[in-house]
């Protein structure tokens, strides 16, 4: 029998990191281990990814199959490159991995736990909440990054990755009805590793570092909405570091493992 205590609504808030952020796939392992039962949940760029696995009913095992096969392909199979317009990779070829994936474009209306996909308007600078329509376009949105990725064209406005405006959407999950909030917070502080110790950062390392000092405050007010936050040791782990799958789910499942008292004993008060 899952805890699910005094009719509280849990929530789960999973946050952006790139790679790090599939150690949220341990995290849940180890939430569903425990018979944590989750009622909603809502993830900026990687959060969202798993997120709508999860959201649809998948089982654990099978989402770290798919993962792990991605992982394997490093980030190379992703690359759509394109003459610079408003990113680097067009993010068609993306779009269809996430179809393939998320298994093919569904609705929000057809998951078995409500999702909110968080996203950035670039023209304005306002956190965009995306629960309606296509779970495809809302994930593609969500995990848009700035420079690497083209802009998402959502209902008249131009979305990029979530993280920028709110990494650990946990007052989204406040907004939905939520009751108690666990939050996933995969960021290293900013003094965290940029690069190997000797190499020089790659353009990508540093369009992903720049992203992370500018949301650094939004990312401390993210996490003061959660009642728990889970935080993996993720840092050593580089933000395209996909074929580090399994050690990022470890790191995922070491966390929350540390967390389940702390979370049990509040759910209970």
């Not at 039962?37 to 989402?63: H, N």
């Not at 078995?112 to 376009?137: K, M």
């Not at 840092?235 to 580090?244: K, N, V």
């Amino acid at each position: 029998m899952g805890v699910k205590l005094r009719n509280r609504k849990i929530g789960l808030a999973l946050g952006s990191g790139a790679a790090r952020g599939l150690a949220h796939i341990g995290v849940l392992e180890v939430l569903e281990k425990e018979g944590i039962t989750i009622d909603m949940l809502a993830g900026s760029s990687a959060g969202a990814l798993v997120g709508a696995l999860y959201a649809q009913g998948k089982d654990i095992s099978q989402i770290k199959n798919l993962v792990i096969d991605l992982g394997s392909k490093r980030f190379a199979f992703l690359a759509d490159p394109a003459l610079p317009k408003t990113g680097l990779i067009k993010g068609r070829r993306i779009k269809e991995v996430l179809k393939s994936i998320i298994g093919g474009d569904i609705g929000f209306s057809n998951l078995r736990i409500p999702l909110a996909c968080v996203a950035t308007d670039i023209v304005t600078g306002e956190e965009v909440v995306i629960n309606q329509g296509s779970v495809l376009e809302g994930v593609r949105a969500s995990i848009s990054i700035p420079v690497i990725f083209a802009v998402v064209k959502w209902k008249g406005r131009y979305l990029v990755d979530g993280g920028l405006v709110n990494p650990v959407p946990a007052s989204v999950l406040r907004d939905m009805g939520a009751d108690f909030i666990i939050a996933v917070n995969v960021a290293p502080s900013i003094s965290g590793k940029l690069h190997q110790v000797g190499r020089e950062p790659n353009i990508f390392n540093v369009i992903m570092q720049t992203i992370h000092i500018a949301a650094y405050q939004s990312l401390k007010l993210s996490l003061s909405e959660a009642d728990v936050v889970i935080e993996p040791q993720v840092a050593s782990i580089g933000y395209f570091d996909f074929h580090r799958t399994q050690e990022c789910i470890l790191q995922g499942e070491l966390a929350a493992q540390e967390s389940i008292i702390k979370i049990k004993r509040q759910l209970e008060a």
